[in-house]
Nanobody, 126 residues
């Protein structure tokens, strides 16, 4: 059974940092595109960042320069380092994996992803 399990969420003050991790099990994702999405209360789920197996990355404009996505294929994990956090970053954060060979412009699209984690809550206080 394939599972993606997020960890590292929590409560942090504005300006602080958090590092989210997503551990995959059940198969290897070394050739997959891995992504992070988030969903704030009352809002639709939105793209945050993605990383191709070659290491190419794509970020939402709202997090560019503050968030960094990385992956460790040997550990079957993907991480999201979040710095300079803002109250608007408050959301449940989900990791996802895609087996498609989609170009980078499609990585923000949720239908491209085949597997999803259950999410981890990030709350940024002002």
């Amino acid at each position: 059974q394939v599972q993606l399990v997020e960890s590292g969420g929590g409560l942090v003050q504005a300006g602080g940092s958090l590092r989210l991790s997503c551990a995959a099990s059940g198969r290897t994702f070394s050739s997959s595109t891995l992504g992070w999405f988030r969903q704030a209360p009352g809002k639709e789920r939105e793209f945050v960042a993605a990383i191709h197996w070659r290491g190419d990355t794509n970020y939402a404009d709202s997090v560019k320069g503050r968030f960094t996505i990385s992956r460790e294929n040997a550990k079957n994990t993907v991480c999201l380092q979040m710095n300079s956090l803002k109250p608007d970053d408050t959301a449940v954060y989900y990791c996802a994996a895609s087996d498609s060979a989609a170009p980078a412009w499609r990585w923000p699209l949720m239908p491209e992803y085949d597997y999803w984690g259950q999410g981890t809550q990030v709350t940024v206080s002002s």
